[in-house]
């Protein structure tokens, strides 16, 4: 059963990114697999994120039909919503906005979707995420008020997170080891002496 279950997860996720529809519906009604499954041999991109890519729309209104997250993210937390700006799709980041996903979710490195597209120049994106970030923040103030749950945060994100921070060199490493080769002298003058005596 469990590999029937990886066989078509790896199906589904190469039939969104390939955009057969057909089949995506097929493997989504057998009802053997996860459409939040995260391909660790793809970043942990869900077929989600490779719809949004692709903008392929009527396939992320069927996976979201089907339980997909949008508020699920990729090995340095990218969302859907920073895949549809880094391409321009901006009716997928009209429909993740409609479905109150966190359209303003830094990733790793702190750009939001809006950054992202900044920096790929699709001006017509940035232009909806400037007015869609702060509906987005209203509609969170609001929904914590009242005490409405949102599905907004990726649950594996913090520990992945907190393992890529641990992972990279951190600051006061760097510094002692640039202390050492100034208190050392360069090797090459060290050197240089040896050879004089």
């Not at 590999?3 to 790896?10: G, I, Q, V, Y």
């Not at 390939?18 to 989504?28: Q, T």
């Not at 597209?117 to 987005?136: S, W």
């Not at 006061?172 to 090459?188: D, F, M």
Request: aromatic content about 6%; some cysteine; charged content about 25%.
């Amino acid at each position: 059963m469990e590999l029937t279950k990886m066989s078509d997860m790896t199906k589904l996720h190469q039939a969104v990114a390939a955009g057969d529809y057909n089949v995506v519906k097929k493997i989504l009604k057998k009802g053997l697999c996860d459409p939040n499954y995260k391909d660790v041999d793809w970043n942990d991109r869900t077929p989600l994120h490779w719809a949004a890519i692709k903008g392929q729309m009527e396939m992320m209104h069927l996976l979201i039909e089907h339980g997909a997250r949008p508020c699920l993210v990729t090995d340095v937390g990218w969302t859907p919503a920073h895949f549809a700006a880094e391409s321009g799709h901006l009716n997928v980041l009209k429909t993740l906005h409609a479905l109150h996903a966190a359209i303003d979710a830094p990733d790793f490195f702190g750009d939001t979707p809006k950054r992202i597209a900044q920096i790929y120049g699709q001006k017509t994106c940035v232009a909806f995420l400037e007015k869609a970030e702060v509906e987005c923040r209203d509609h969170r103030s609001i929904a914590q008020q009242k005490g409405l749950p949102l599905d907004q945060q990726d649950e594996d994100w913090d520990t992945k997170k907190w393992e890529l921070e641990q992972s990279l060199p951190s600051s006061s490493q760097n510094t002692n080891k640039k202390k050492k080769k100034i208190s050392q002298g360069p090797s090459w003058l060290s050197n240089c002496k040896a050879r004089r005596m």
